[in-house]
């Protein structure tokens, strides 16, 4: 099936940057709409940005002009910007995907999350 592996993750000071990778493998799949979700410590999971296949983003109000998404799609991967980092940033951050080959569903996708932490 399909495996989601985040990278990028780390230690950054506040006003710093980051940038995630989340890269797919596994199942051919043709369509996606993609998102990072992000969830820190007695907060619930919140998503942060989404990109579809054709290259049509969302954000998150507390993140827009700070972050961005993008994808490479000949190495089915897709980023995370993060720029301007605050400490309310701080979080496990998760890869989601809904994938589908032609027009069938193949089903849908959680990373295993990658801890980003800011901090001086």
């Known amino acids: 099936q399909v495996q989601l592996v985040e990278s990028g993750g780390g230690l950054v000071q506040p006003g710093g940057s980051l940038r995630l990778s989340c890269a797919a493998s596994?199942?051919?799949?043709?369509?996606?709409?993609m998102g990072w979700f992000r969830q820190a410590p007695g907060k619930q999971r919140e998503l942060v940005a989404t990109?579809?296949?054709?290259?049509?983003?969302n954000y998150a109000d507390s993140v827009k002009g700070r972050f961005t998404i993008s994808r490479d799609n000949a190495k089915n991967t897709v980023y995370l910007q993060m720029n301007s980092l605050k400490p309310e940033d701080a979080a496990i951050y998760y890869c989601?995907?809904?994938?589908?080959?032609?027009?069938?569903?193949?089903?849908?996708?959680w990373g295993q999350g990658t801890q980003v932490t800011v901090s001086s």
């Open positions: 990109i579809t296949t054709g290259g049509s983003t």
């Open positions: 989601n995907a809904h994938l589908w080959s032609a027009s069938s569903r193949l089903g849908n996708y």
């Open positions: 596994g199942s051919i799949f043709t369509d996606y709409i």
